[in-house]
């Protein structure tokens, strides 16, 4: 079954249970993510998802608490045996990011390491058998994307939000979607709050709103006002798995 994966749930200082936001989408030929602030390859594994699945990454925004794990994902995804290209995809700042944190390591005596390609770019992202992947721009302190993300196999769509305030191209992106993952770090420019996210979840018109990048102690009460602007919203479970059907029930 496709599946959605809450890789990482936190903001870049959460609680102790909650890694650097990270997310996946997988199918049973292809697992593609979507940053890598941490141990991103750990987190595949703890998922219960195989890691040589890996098709493709994208990049949403330069910061280290989605980026700065990059040269470790290289190590590692070449060590579980990837000897073939790796895509990665994002805005121009992302790319060029992800690529000064790998070039501070020297490989060239690495046997067999994969070559990357970069793939820099906003819009159209990846269009390939199992993904149809759309980028746009946010609204955060450093130029930062969110996504729509088709599953070509059962046709559900996934949005997320990535870093960003309540911005009009999230709602664009979201529009009829089945999950919208949004964050909710709180107050301040260039993120939201819970009850923003469930605005632009209401806006878009989709079905389900699962909130991620949480602060260190999460607000209930927030949640349960926000239901009377948009019901169907929850937090993030850390390391949860959302199958991709039309009638998503979680799978635990
Ligand atoms: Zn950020
Ligand atoms: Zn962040």
Not at 28 to 51: E, K
Not at 211 to 219: A, E, I, R
Request: glycine share 10%.
């Amino acid at each position: 079954m496709p599946s959605l994966h809450l890789l990482g749930t936190g903001a870049a200082v959460s609680a102790p249970h909650r890694t650097t936001t990270m997310l996946a989408v997988s199918n049973d030929q292809s697992l593609f993510l979507i940053d890598c602030g941490g141990d991103v390859v750990q987190r595949i594994m703890a998922a219960g998802i195989d890691p040589t699945l890996f098709t493709g990454m994208l990049v949403t925004h330069e910061h280290a608490d989605h980026v700065s794990g990059f040269p470790l994902f290289m190590e590692k995804i070449w060590l579980t045996g990837r000897h073939t290209p790796v895509p990665v995809y994002g805005p121009p700042q992302g790319i060029d990011q992800a690529r000064r944190c790998f070039e501070t390591f020297d490989v060239s005596s690495w046997r067999n390491f994969p070559d990357i390609e970069w793939h820099q770019g906003v819009g159209l992202t990846v269009d390939d058998k199992h993904w149809r992947i759309t980028t746009d721009w946010v609204e955060h302190s450093v130029p930062a994307v969110g996504m729509r993300i088709e599953c070509k196999q059962t046709g559900t769509i996934v949005a997320f939000s990535g870093d960003t305030g309540p911005t009009e191209s999230v709602v664009r992106l979201a529009t009829g979607a089945d999950i919208l993952v949004h964050e909710a770090t709180g107050s301040g420019p260039g993120h939201s709050t819970v009850n923003e996210a469930a605005d632009v979840a209401q806006k878009a018109g989709v079905n389900r709103l699962i909130l991620v990048h949480l602060p260190p102690t999460l607000d209930d009460e927030a949640l349960e006002r926000a239901r009377t602007v948009f019901p169907n919203i929850e937090w993030g479970e850390e390391l949860g798995t959302y199958p991709l059907e039309k009638n998503h029930l979680p799978c635990r």
